[in-house]
């Protein structure tokens, strides 16, 4: 298995389990419980959920290509504005206080999201932009 094709299973598995599931399949009493500010409708929180659904699935066609030896561009390029941009507002967020008064599992969960989204930003620009492999 290629460098790519790790980071892709990394990003999807902590896709999923982390955001996905939780904010699709939990009710709003556990999402709460975790620290999420509690909401009059979660609607937005659970169309977040299915938006990051969809990215996973375009994920899936990179890792497909990965697992053959090629790089799925769009799905990487994708990858990089997605995780970039979300690293620059975690960041952003939990340097400027907003996180303040908030359940410390919010500032892990913040922070945490912020180191992984780093890391898989670099690994899709390395692996993925400069990588090995035939681009399609």
């Given at each position: ?8 299973i990394?990003?999807i ?11 699709l399949?939990?009710p709003?009493?556990?999402i709460?419980?975790?620290g999420?500010?509690e909401?009059?409708?979660y609607?937005?929180v659970?169309?977040l959920?299915?938006a990051?659904?969809?990215l996973?699935?375009?994920y899936s066609?990179?890792l497909?290509a990965?697992?053959?030896g090629k ?5 990487i ?14 960041v952003?967020?939990g340097a ?15 922070w ?18 400069y990588g090995?492999g035939e681009k399609v």
């Amino acid at each position: 298995m290629n460098a790519l094709a790790k980071v892709l299973i990394f990003k999807i598995s902590a896709t999923v389990f982390v955001w996905c599931v939780p904010l699709l399949l939990f009710p709003a009493s556990v999402i709460n419980a975790i620290g999420f500010p509690e909401q009059e409708t979660y609607q937005w929180v659970r169309m977040l959920g299915w938006a990051y659904l969809a990215l996973c699935v375009d994920y899936s066609f990179a890792l497909k290509a990965a697992l053959a030896g090629k790089r799925a561009m769009a799905p990487i390029y994708a990858g990089i504005v997605s995780n970039g941009g979300a690293c620059l507002y975690l960041v952003y967020y939990g340097a400027t206080g907003t996180w303040d008064g908030w359940a410390i599992s919010m500032h892990v969960i913040g922070w945490g999201s912020a180191v992984a989204t780093a890391l898989i930003t670099a690994g899709l620009v390395i692996f993925g932009v400069y990588g090995e492999g035939e681009k399609v």
